[in-house]
């Protein structure tokens, strides 16, 4: 700046030119010698900002190679499971067990037994992420990435925090905002009653207690909820989405933040669709129609969400770890095509391709209903047309 000063004034094109003082001589020298070092100093100083690694820049490394620990502890209280999701392990297990049922019929005296299942309660176990080299990291990561899919998608963004320490919630209420947790495992502990009779008057009941793993590596839940005297239908949801960073394929431990953020974004249209299909039905519905309706519709769901993750994986994931294989991605889909509700994933895919991510989620925030149209027709079936405003 004083380089700036000291010539301003000095007329342009001066034949005679200015003579320099030896005091004005050490002024312009010292100035511009200040002027060259703040120069270097602040170029220094945004070139190492530049060059400083990202905090998750070693995580990919830390996700294949970190020893896992497989102690549990309890996260909830045990509840009675109305699904009864662990009922096949139980049978599994008395298959395996002849000698069991041998010495039911024995204490019953009679070959014929009949079984009837009373009831199974669960309760949630987790495996802490607690490992400095991934719990910090994983947060930096997800806490970017997503930032960066919400601005290529234009929806809000749905968390209240993303942390690795587990907190008891109750229900989402309205406008509130979902915890993001992540953990290294998740699995279920159960006990299950069984009732057992025959041709004599003797009972026995035996209860069955285990513990299973729960596969998903992200989650995110809704409740299905019918009220008989109103014939109305309502949802609830938890108030937290689970994170596992323990997976065969790192790529799957890494889409997951993406996904589940699309999963919460897009619930409420995923919702109000159930609603709709199962108000439209005339007679009462069954529970198995009901699950029906709602695989449905959340095959819709995981079908865009994971089609918008495998399109933009590339752009989002790959240029923060740029050590990410092609192949790991490749490997994901191979193994989600053997699961049921990911049949439209691959008509989701070329979807995106024809019509890009923005309207794509466009649509589906419209009409999930037209979107389903257009993603079980081909190509070739595919028009322009308005979307049915709701």
């Not at 060259?36 to 190679?65: C, D, I, K, N």
């Not at 669960?122 to 490992?131: I, K």
């Not at 938890?238 to 619930?267: C, F, Q, S």
Request: net charge negative; proline share 5%.
């Amino acid at each position: 700046m004083g380089w700036l000063v000291m010539m301003k004034g000095i007329p342009a094109g001066d034949d005679e030119g200015v003579e320099m003082t030896p005091k004005s001589r050490t002024f312009f020298l010292v100035s511009w010698l200040w002027a060259v070092m703040w120069l270097l100093l602040t170029s220094g100083l945004s070139f190492a900002e530049q060059q400083e690694p990202a905090p998750y820049r070693g995580l990919l490394a830390a996700l294949q190679s970190t020893e896992r620990s497989t102690t549990f502890i309890p996260f909830t209280e045990f509840v009675k499971d109305p699904e009864n999701t662990d009922h096949p392990a139980c049978m599994d297990y008395l298959g395996k067990n002849p000698g069991l049922i041998e010495k039911i019929r024995d204490d019953l005296g009679c070959e014929e037994i009949q079984w009837q299942l009373q009831g199974i309660d669960y309760r949630l176990l987790y495996v802490p992420e607690d490992r400095p080299e991934i719990a910090g990291p994983f947060i930096a990561y997800s806490q970017a990435v997503i930032n960066d899919l919400l601005a290529r998608t234009g929806l809000d963004n749905p968390y209240h925090s993303i942390a690795t320490h587990m907190e008891r919630e109750g229900e989402l209420t309205a406008g509130e905002r979902v915890r993001a947790v992540i953990v290294q495992d998740l699995a279920r502990e159960y006990n299950a009653r069984y009732h057992f009779s025959g041709t004599t008057d003797k009972t026995i009941s035996i209860g069955l207690s285990g513990q299973s793993s729960i596969d998903e590596v992200g989650s995110y839940s809704s409740y299905l909820h019918y009220d008989q005297a109103s014939g109305d239908y309502r949802f609830s949801r938890d108030r937290l989405t689970i994170w596992k960073t323990g997976a065969a394929n790192p790529y799957t431990v890494l889409m997951t933040p993406l996904e589940e953020t699309l999963h919460i974004a897009l619930r409420d249209d995923t919702e109000q669709a159930i609603r709709r299909s199962l108000k439209k039905r005339t007679t009462p519905v069954s529970m198995a129609e009901t699950k029906a309706v709602v695989e449905e519709w959340l095959a819709l769901e995981e079908a865009v969400a994971g089609g918008i993750v495998h399109h933009l994986a590339p752009e989002i994931i790959k240029a923060r770890l740029p050590d990410l294989k092609g192949d790991l991605i490749q490997a994901d889909l191979a193994i989600k095509a053997g699961y049921e509700k990911y049949r439209l994933l691959p008509n989701a895919i070329a979807l995106l391709k024809e019509m890009g991510v923005a309207s794509v989620v466009e649509h589906y925030r419209r009409s999930p209903e037209d979107l389903n149209k257009l993603l079980k027709n081909t190509p070739e079936e595919r028009v322009d047309r308005p979307v049915e405003q709701r």
